[in-house]
């Protein structure tokens, strides 16, 4: 199971790896600090493929996982190949597909077909157990320590 990086607002869901608040020793203080950087990265990255495409602006609850990752591979690819090919031009656009929508209703979107019943209540108590959070969190912790070489 993926998890999202998240700050404190959230519930201790192992789908959630939140911030630590409380830093009791220096392990979980690197973990915090290298989590918070790369939590405001991937923030700002969406954010540029949000503005830039309203596909990634929806939600992707009813959509299959791989159709969702396969349009976050083709959004950033599309990002990339516009950045290398118009260089700091790039930055100088608007959003004008919502501008020429303004004041016309939104078209439909289309999605995957949902999980059947049995599956998505399996997820949705995976996605909340409180040992795997714990579990997570430690892993991650050990981690991060570890990829730091100390």
Same mark, same amino acid.
């Given at each position: 199971?993926?998890?999202?990086?998240?700050?404190?607002?959230?519930?201790?869901?192992?789908?959630?790896?939140?911030?630590?608040?409380?830093?009791? $020793?220096?392990?979980?203080?690197?973990?915090?600090? @290298?989590?918070?950087? *790369?939590?405001?990265? &991937?923030? !700002? +990255?969406?954010?540029?493929?949000?503005?830039?495409?309203?596909?990634?602006?929806?939600?992707?609850?009813?959509?299959?996982?791989?159709?969702?990752?396969?349009?976050?591979?083709?959004?950033?690819?599309?990002?990339?190949?516009?950045?290398?090919?118009?260089?700091?031009?790039?930055? $100088?656009?608007?959003?004008?597909?919502?501008?020429? @929508?303004?004041?016309? *209703?939104?078209?439909? &979107?289309? !999605? +995957?077909?949902?999980?059947?019943?049995?599956?998505?209540?399996?997820?949705?108590?995976?996605?909340?157990?409180?040992?795997?959070?714990?579990?997570?969190?430690?892993?991650?912790?050990?981690?991060?320590?570890?990829?730091?070489?100390?």
């Amino acid at each position: 199971m993926g998890y999202y990086l998240a700050d404190g607002i959230y519930p201790r869901w192992p789908v959630f790896l939140k911030t630590i608040s409380c830093l009791t $020793d220096v392990m979980r203080a690197l973990f915090a600090q @290298r989590q918070e950087y *790369a939590r405001k990265d &991937v923030e !700002r +990255g969406f954010g540029v493929l949000q503005a830039r495409w309203a596909i990634v602006k929806g939600s992707a609850r009813s959509r299959y996982k791989h159709h969702i990752a396969n349009v976050m591979y083709v959004c950033i690819i599309l990002h990339n190949m516009i950045i290398h090919d118009e260089g700091a031009r790039a930055g $100088d656009w608007s959003d004008d597909e919502a501008e020429s @929508r303004a004041g016309h *209703a939104t078209p439909p &979107v289309i !999605r +995957g077909l949902p999980y059947g019943v049995s599956e998505r209540l399996q997820a949705r108590e995976n996605m909340r157990n409180q040992q795997d959070y714990l579990q997570l969190m430690n892993d991650m912790i050990e981690e991060v320590w570890t990829r730091s070489g100390r």
